[in-house]
């Protein structure tokens, strides 16, 4: 599924979700890969039998025409945001995603658009990738932090850079503040105490960032 709405729960298509729900704007999901650089130890990709089961398991990545044409079918009047967000990171083709953003952009400049990443693209691609999101292109990046220090951060993430990548992603977030209205870093309740959260969002502060606290949906 390249494409989909999220209802309770449930990957779904927007037609689905127009049945069954005619009035209303709601967010488009774009699903572009089953890659990401970390395997978290809460993440149903690390069970790769289920995963291959479930609605966003592609077993080809689309083309950036493929996708283009998937979103030119759907019904604008009812999306309020294109928000890039699957099964993999985003941004393991930042290049595709730029692309998709500056083309929703240019066909639907109302339309915000966000970026579901683990912020880790500094990483994967040695630079400072922020910049790719400069020109009005991108309105949200929300950045998952998963948890207040490096050490816990690689114990839930097992990211593949290692322990370097917690400073990695808060830098990420500071940079994405030059050209992203709103940049946002997140983390789950029921899966970090009351007090991992304090901490998290004491970091946040510390460097003039937003933290918001998401609720804990089971697999």
């Not at 080809?60 to 979103?71: F, G, I, M």
């Not at 990695?168 to 009351?194: G, I, M, R, W």
Request: charged share 30%; with cysteine.
């Amino acid at each position: 599924m390249i494409t989909y709405v999220y209802d309770k729960g449930h990957y779904i298509t927007m037609a689905e979700s127009l049945a069954k729900q005619p009035e209303g704007k709601r967010n488009l999901y774009v699903n572009l890969t089953n890659r990401c650089t970390c395997s978290c130890t809460f993440c149903l990709r690390s069970l790769k039998k289920e995963a291959e089961d479930m609605e966003l398991w592609l077993k080809e990545e689309p083309s950036v025409a493929e996708v283009e044409k998937e979103l030119d079918s759907q019904p604008w009047d009812y999306i309020s945001e294109v928000v890039f967000c699957g099964f993999g990171e985003p941004t393991m083709r930042l290049d595709d995603v730029v692309t998709l953003l500056t083309y929703i952009k240019k066909h639907h400049r109302d339309v915000k658009t966000r970026i579901n990443t683990n912020g880790l693209s500094d990483l994967e691609y040695g630079r400072d990738t922020s910049v790719d999101f400069k020109g009005g292109i991108l309105d949200t990046v929300s950045i998952s932090l998963n948890a207040s220090n490096a050490q816990r951060y690689l114990d839930l993430t097992r990211s593949k850079f290692g322990i370097c990548s917690y400073e990695a992603l808060l830098t990420f977030a500071q940079h994405c503040q030059k050209y992203v209205p709103n940049v946002v870093l997140t983390v789950v309740d029921h899966v970090e105490s009351e007090e991992e959260i304090a901490k998290c969002r004491k970091i946040c502060e510390d460097r003039g960032l937003t933290l918001r606290v998401r609720a804990y949906e089971a697999n």
